[in-house]
């Protein structure tokens, strides 16, 4: 779902709630069930708008690992001096998977732009620091999701832990979703290395993202909301009062109001 139209779903939600509000006073008999039908009715449709958002947002991030995938290959072939045949069939797929994408997550699209930029210069002789740059950012990662580091790059991420706690930063902490668009996008600048150790440190990575917190869609207010306080004060004071009537509001024996 584009942008404008779950901006214009949520703003419908928002405009029948003011609408219902506008009606005034309803007959008291059928005040609640009214209220109530309204307010599911409401939760149901916000709840369809952020099912769908979610969805396109996992269709965002889908399509922004693809065009990692033919980035790397398109890189790969640069740095190995393959045939220029090869190297515009390879580029040609990329741009066009990028020409058919109408959502991507946040920055990845300018992201991708730079990353080609950059690949039209690349050079084995940056594959080992690449590669360093995709350790220490899966280490990263690991730390901010409690994920425990391979054997092999313990040694570096007890020194990252060291540094941080030297400059101050080694307190626990929870990252929020910035931080992962951050780590995520910085991850697809980083230049390519072996195809094999990359596909290694990317099923680290991404273990990482799955753990991440779950965002709540944006505009959903109206969800698991029954409308109660916007009853008729008469209608919740009548509740109140039978309690009282029928004993059930009287106060506990030593408890003084």
């Not at 399509?63 to 090869?86: C, F, I, K, S, T």
């Not at 440190?201 to 753990?211: I, K």
């Not at 917190?213 to 109140?240: F, I, L, M, T």
């Amino acid at each position: 779902m584009p942008v404008a139209e779950r901006t214009a779903a949520h703003t419908q939600a928002r405009d029948w709630q003011a609408a219902f509000e506008e009606i005034g006073d309803l007959p008291r008999a059928e005040a609640r069930s009214l209220r109530e039908r309204f307010q599911r009715a409401v939760s149901r449709y916000e709840a369809g708008v952020a099912e769908q958002d979610q969805r396109d947002a996992a269709s965002a991030e889908t399509h922004l690992l693809e065009a990692g995938r033919l980035l790397r290959a398109y890189e790969h072939a640069v740095m190995q001096e393959a045939p220029a045949d090869e190297r515009v069939t390879l580029r040609a797929a990329l741009e066009s998977h990028m020409a058919g994408v109408h959502r991507w997550p946040k920055g990845g699209l300018q992201a991708l732009k730079q990353a080609l930029l950059r690949a039209d210069s690349a050079t084995a002789d940056a594959a080992q620091a690449s590669e360093r740059a995709l350790r220490m950012l899966c280490i990263r990662a690991e730390i901010l999701s409690s994920t425990p580091t391979p054997a092999v790059d313990e040694s570096l991420r007890r020194d990252y832990e060291m540094r941080l706690l030297t400059e101050g930063l080694g307190q626990a902490r929870q990252a929020d979703e910035r931080d992962w668009d951050t780590m995520r996008l910085e991850w697809l600048g980083i230049g390519t290395v072996a195809p094999a150790v990359h596909d290694e440190l990317e099923q680290r990575f991404l273990r990482c993202l799955a753990r991440r917190p779950v965002q709540r869609a944006p505009g959903a207010e109206y969800q698991n909301h029954s409308g109660r306080d916007r009853e008729p004060r008469r209608e919740r004071d009548g509740g109140d009062r039978n309690a009282r009537r029928d004993g059930r509001g009287r106060p506990e024996p030593g408890t003084r109001r």
